[in-house]
């Protein structure tokens, strides 16, 4: 039987461990829609040109993000998929992740009348699924499960975002167009954290888990929030606009602290 939640990933030289989850999403039967901003690097390429199950997009650079997204939910729209369950590349799931939200699906369809979007993570980890679904008003991308008729009428993801603000203007344009979001936070087998990046730092006796960016990709977030904050005044979204901000501030106080941590343990360790 066709699966109804077809599968998106994004890839940039993509590891072994996400081509792993892709080959095995595909013979779970789930049609998987990949668009490669690496495609100078064949190792996808050439892994996926030949298997049954996939879907395989370039534009032969990197276009970021938001063009990504949109390109492989337009495919699935119009291949006859009502909904994407997108991945970023280095989000780990399982077998049973997948298999969770296709049967989520199955039982809650009512959910397209009045939804964009329904986010699944695992950020309580619970034993049973009590107080797990709640609507909120900012998601991030990885995990989230599009409803492409509504992601059509919002007009896609917006391309203009190369990958800071993707999420939140899509969840900004979600509430313009009276959608929701809603976020099932129990799902067995999600895990963002491990392949991330991040370092952990010690700060007055507490151990923090941060990334160190550039100062171009700090430019970026700042330029891309004050877009979305610009867009939330505009559209009289005043609530939104404000969540922003503090996501905002919160995000540059990080940043200078994890500078500030690094440069005092190089004077320590001298």
Request: aromatic share 14%; hydrophobic share 40%.
């Amino acid at each position: 039987m066709k699966k109804q939640v077809a599968i998106g990933v994004i890839l940039f030289n993509a590891t072994d461990k996400t081509i792993a989850r892709i080959v095995e999403s595909i013979s779970l039967g789930f049609m998987v829609y990949l668009f490669d901003n690496s495609p100078g690097n064949p190792s996808a390429r050439n892994f996926f040109k030949n298997e049954q199950g996939v879907r395989y997009i370039t534009c032969g650079k990197n276009l970021g993000l938001g063009f990504g997204l949109s390109s492989v939910c337009a495919h699935a729209y119009y291949d006859d998929y009502p909904a994407l369950l997108f991945f970023d590349q280095d989000t780990a799931f399982t077998s049973e992740t997948l298999e969770f939200i296709e049967e989520f699906y199955m039982g809650h369809k009512g959910l397209a009348l009045n939804h964009s979007a329904v986010v699944f993570n695992s950020s309580k980890r619970k034993g049973n699924q009590s107080g797990c679904f709640t609507e909120v008003s900012l998601a991030r991308n990885s995990g989230t499960m599009f409803f492409l008729e509504n992601l059509k009428k919002i007009d896609w993801h917006n391309e203009r975002y190369f990958i800071d603000g993707v999420d939140y203007e899509f969840c900004l344009r979600s509430l313009i167009h009276e959608f929701k979001i809603s976020e099932f936070s129990c799902t067995p087998g999600f895990d963002h954290t491990t392949e991330q990046e991040d370092e952990e730092y010690s700060f007055f006796g507490m151990k923090l888990l941060m990334r160190k960016y550039s100062l171009k990709r700090i430019g970026d977030v700042i330029k891309s929030s004050l877009k979305i904050v610009l867009s939330s005044i505009f559209h009289g979204r005043i609530s939104f606009m404000l969540k922003i901000i503090k996501l905002l501030s919160i995000y540059i106080v990080a940043q200078f602290l994890v500078r500030f941590i690094s440069t005092t343990n190089d004077k320590n360790s001298i």
